[in-house]
């Protein structure tokens, strides 16, 4: 009996940091957004002309976030705060191309043979390798379609399986470039629904 709730303890665990990391970068987009209109309205300066300026920062926050392994890094809540300002489709492309790019690195950590994976992640690790022996790159698109905080593993088993590299990214840009989009939309509408937050 002991064991059994010992067990089911760290899964616990982990569906509350998840929902815990999703309500805080929820939290963190509303205010970088906020602090974007209000900067806007303070300064009486139009930030749409500085897209261009937005989309790379975008890029770039975006690969920096997707290239920590196991360490999930806040571009996405810029990402979510930047599409209630600029174009949400060139958000979308920016952030799931810089993303894609981004997890390259646990690819190439699972090519070379160095998994870097800690027993509690194990389990998921060999679930990620069944998928891909079975599904192919269609398994590393479907997960990439979710929001999955360790996609890492499953660009550490696409490296393991010696899948090329540029079917790998490619399979991970359409499924990351859809999912932030739709996210980015929903996101978008959300702040025009409550648009007296950011004014």
């Given amino acids: 009996m002991a064991t059994e709730k010992s067990?089911?303890?760290?899964?616990?665990n982990k569906w509350v940091r998840e929902i815990l990391f999703i309500l805080g970068m929820l939290v963190l987009s509303a205010g970088i957004a906020f602090l974007l209109y209000r900067f806007?309205?303070?300064y009486d300066v139009s930030l749409r002309s500085y897209g261009w300026l937005a989309y790379i920062l975008v890029f770039i926050l975006s690969l920096l976030s997707s290239a920590t392994i196991f360490v999930p890094a806040p571009g996405l809540?810029?990402?979510?705060?930047?599409?209630?300002?600029w174009n949400p489709l060139l958000v979308a492309i920016?952030?799931?191309?810089?993303?894609?790019?981004?997890?390259?690195?646990?690819?190439?950590?699972?090519?070379?043979g160095e998994r870097m994976i800690v027993d509690e992640h194990m389990p998921?690790?060999?679930?990620?390798?069944?998928?891909?022996n079975r599904y192919g790159i269609w398994a590393i698109f479907g997960v990439a379609l979710v929001p999955v905080l360790l996609f890492d593993l499953?660009?550490?088993?696409?490296?393991?399986?010696?899948?090329?590299?540029?079917?790998?990214?490619?399979?991970?840009?359409?499924?990351?470039?859809?999912?932030?989009?739709?996210?980015?939309?929903?996101?978008?509408?959300?702040?025009?629904f409550i648009g007296g937050w950011f004014h």
């Fill in 7 to 12: 067990a089911k303890t760290p899964e616990k």
């Fill in 40 to 42: 806007q309205n303070i």
């Fill in 77 to 85: 809540a810029f990402t979510l705060a930047a599409a209630t300002v």
């Fill in 94 to 112: 920016a952030a799931g191309t810089g993303d894609a790019i981004g997890e390259l690195t646990s690819y190439w950590v699972g090519y070379i």
């Fill in 124 to 132: 998921a690790y060999r679930k990620a390798v069944a998928w891909m």
């Fill in 154 to 192: 499953v660009g550490m088993a696409a490296g393991a399986l010696k899948i090329r590299w540029w079917r790998f990214l490619l399979s991970a840009w359409c499924g990351k470039l859809l999912r932030i989009l739709l996210v980015t939309c929903l996101w978008q509408q959300a702040a025009v």
